[in-house]
């Protein structure tokens, strides 16, 4: 009951590990109009909601003129993606379509990690809420021909870890127009409806029908005084040429959280412009030594990776050469056998025809008995003889026919030996590729066993050696060139990614539907047109001496 509004941001705080508290806040609604926990007030005095529980938001109350250089702290990145996600989702932030389709890509990669074909498959971000209504209902595109847009751009952020992916959505998001910029109604002496804009580089005024392009804006180093009186508001510029603004506001509540944007806004403005303090240092210093420990990290994960994809790769390899020398023993085994059966049946018919030839000489020898007894009869007739002398050279004929077939058999019996012979050699050379085949498999195998993925491959003999990170000068000064490399690079990037933005813009131009565009649509595309930016209107910083605000 006895705390304080501090006591209750600061528990909030360690709750979430954050150090980086100048950029956040307890916002409550009280009466329609936002209010903000003052530290050094307890939080029961407040005009707090009566009914309970008592509902405050942590968000980020200012913004950093530069997040890269400015936010510090993972957490601090983390929790200024999640708010500005949400503001242009929300459209409290106006983001082009073009523009909106990138951050949606790199949205995705902050929640989904590297893009992967196999996992990530089509209708995967059917669920997810990545573009402003506003956008969807500009352009006759199916959900699916979105997703197909913010995968092609997804697919080309592989390799950037989680915080890099939302920082760079908080550096792309930090160049819209309504980014970080606190809108208030007010009237001038005129009574004339204008809108007051409170951010991180100054004051600026706008109509209530652009909130794009400031009217006149008022930077926080030419701003002498600001004061408010019950609901009338003050601006004393620097220089006294220009006259004083005044304006008067709807309610005293809403002049007394101007001021308090005012006042944080213009502290951290000034506190950029000085050395940073000691805390800052030594976070600054412990930012980059957890960014070199994660890069040294990634890059250790990297060579796990790779050298497992090839582990797996040789294992994939002796195992196809594997099942192609088994498929080849397999074959091997077939052919032998198919050898052996045609030496079985040659030997077979080898052995008939030697049969044949036998059966065949034999008749030759009785053909020949036969023709020497009828040469022995005597024959006394010339008839009887002449019969005899035809029978007798039938008898010639039929030897000598006799004679051919048995040499004919005997050659083919002979050839039948040397298919055999061939045949047996054929076996035998069979025999000899098999039991070479069946000698490569054991190497394989042993090959197999050596190279086997082991289970706790991804250690690498880590486990018991202690990673020491001792970064002294020499470590200090590499990376902070290696820093420097990563901005020029980004540089060079920035042009390419333009030209994609320019690319998109004009692919999904004809599908746009020219009724549904909004006001702040045709205001940023002329803007666009003029080559009109955020900061055009944010006039430079006067010469070096500078003259203090008072507040």
């Known amino acids: 009951v006895k705390w304080k509004g501090k006591d209750l941001f600061d528990l909030v705080c360690r709750t979430l590990g954050l150090r980086e508290t100048w950029f956040f806040g307890l916002q409550y609604t009280i009466k329609d109009t936002v209010a903000w926990l003052k530290m050094d007030k307890k939080v029961l005095d407040h005009d707090v909601p009566t009914e309970e529980p008592v509902t405050f938001h942590f968000l980020a109350k200012f913004y950093p003129e530069n997040a890269e250089e400015e936010l510090v702290q993972e957490i601090t990145q983390h929790l200024f993606f999640?708010?500005?996600?949400?503001?242009?989702?929300?459209?409290?932030?106006?983001?082009?379509?073009?523009?909106?389709?990138?951050?949606?890509?790199?949205?995705?990669?902050?929640?989904?990690?590297d893009y992967d074909p196999n996992v990530h498959k089509r209708g995967f971000l059917a669920q997810e809420e990545l573009l402003p209504k506003r956008v969807i209902n500009?352009?006759?595109?199916?959900?699916?021909?979105?997703?197909?847009?913010?995968?092609?751009?997804?697919?080309?952020?592989?390799?950037?870890?989680?915080?890099?992916?939302?920082?760079?959505?908080?550096?792309?998001?930090?160049?819209?127009?309504?980014?970080?910029?606190?809108?208030?109604?007010?009237?001038?002496?005129?009574?004339?409806?204008?809108?007051?804009?409170?951010?991180?580089?100054?004051?600026h005024i706008y109509d209530p029908d652009n909130r794009l392009t400031p009217k006149i804006s008022f930077p926080w180093n030419e701003i002498r005084n600001i004061s408010y009186s019950d609901k009338e508001f003050t601006i004393k510029p620097l220089d006294k040429k220009i006259d004083v603004?005044?304006?008067?506001?709807?309610?005293?509540?809403?002049?007394?959280?101007?001021?308090?944007?005012?006042?944080?806004n213009h502290d951290l403005f000034m506190r950029r412009r000085k050395a940073d303090s000691l805390e800052v240092q030594q976070m600054k210093a412990q930012a980059r030594e957890e960014k070199a420990r994660k890069q040294m990290e990634r890059q250790r994960l990297a060579r796990e990776k790779k050298m497992r994809e090839e582990a797996e790769r040789t294992r994939d390899e002796l195992e196809r050469?594997?099942?192609?020398?088994?498929?080849?023993?397999?074959?091997?085994?077939?052919?032998?056998?198919?050898?052996?059966?045609?030496?079985?049946?040659?030997?077979?018919?080898?052995?008939?025809?030697?049969?044949?030839?036998?059966?065949?000489?034999?008749k030759a020898a009785e053909a020949e008995q036969e023709m020497q007894r009828i040469k022995a009869t005597a024959i006394r007739t010339e008839e009887e003889k002449r019969l005899m002398e035809q029978k007798?050279?039938?008898?010639e004929m039929l030897a000598l026919k006799m004679a051919e077939e048995s040499e004919r058999r005997a050659k083919e019996a002979d050839q039948l030996k040397q298919d055999l012979q061939e045949a047996r050699e054929s076996e035998r050379r069979a025999k000899?590729?098999?039991?070479e085949i069946t000698s490569k498999s054991s190497y394989?195998?042993?090959?197999?066993?050596?190279?086997?993925?082991?289970?706790?491959?991804?250690?690498?003999?880590?486990?018991?050696?202690?990673?020491?990170?001792?970064?002294?000068?020499?470590?200090?000064?590499?990376?902070?060139?290696?820093?420097?490399?990563?901005?020029v690079e980004y540089m060079e990037k920035s042009k390419h990614l333009q030209e994609q933005l320019n690319e998109l813009k004009t692919e999904i131009e004809a599908l746009k539907l020219k009724e549904r565009e909004t006001a702040l649509d045709i205001?940023?595309?002329?803007?666009?047109?003029?080559?009109?930016?955020?900061?055009?209107?944010?006039?430079?910083?006067?010469?070096?001496?500078?003259?203090?605000?008072?507040?």
């Open 82 to 113: 999640l708010q500005v996600k949400k503001q242009i989702l929300d459209e409290k932030i106006y983001c082009p379509p073009e523009a909106s389709v990138l951050l949606a890509s790199y949205a995705v990669q902050a929640k989904y990690g």
């Open 138 to 203: 500009l352009y006759q595109m199916t959900p699916e021909m979105w997703e197909e847009r913010i995968t092609a751009w997804y697919a080309e952020h592989r390799g950037r870890a989680r915080d890099e992916a939302e920082m760079e959505y908080l550096k792309i998001a930090q160049d819209l127009e309504m980014y970080g910029v606190n809108y208030f109604a007010i009237r001038n002496k005129k009574g004339t409806e204008l809108l007051l804009g409170v951010d991180a580089l100054g004051l």
């Open 245 to 264: 603004f005044k304006f008067n506001s709807s309610k005293l509540r809403v002049n007394k959280l101007i001021l308090q944007l005012c006042i944080g």
């Open 321 to 362: 050469r594997l099942m192609q020398l088994k498929e080849e023993a397999t074959m091997a085994n077939e052919a032998l056998m198919r050898s052996e059966e045609t030496a079985d049946l040659l030997a077979e018919k080898a052995q008939i025809t030697e049969e044949e030839a036998k059966l065949l000489a034999q």
């Open 392 to 395: 007798v050279l039938e008898a």
């Open 432 to 435: 000899q590729k098999l039991l």
């Open 444 to 487: 394989t195998s042993m090959n197999s066993s050596t190279t086997a993925l082991p289970t706790d491959l991804p250690s690498f003999n880590l486990i018991n050696e202690s990673l020491s990170f001792d970064f002294k000068d020499t470590d200090m000064k590499r990376l902070s060139m290696e820093i420097e490399k990563e901005k």
């Open 523 to 551: 205001l940023h595309n002329e803007n666009a047109s003029r080559g009109n930016s955020k900061h055009n209107t944010i006039k430079k910083p006067q010469a070096q001496g500078r003259r203090p605000i008072c507040i």
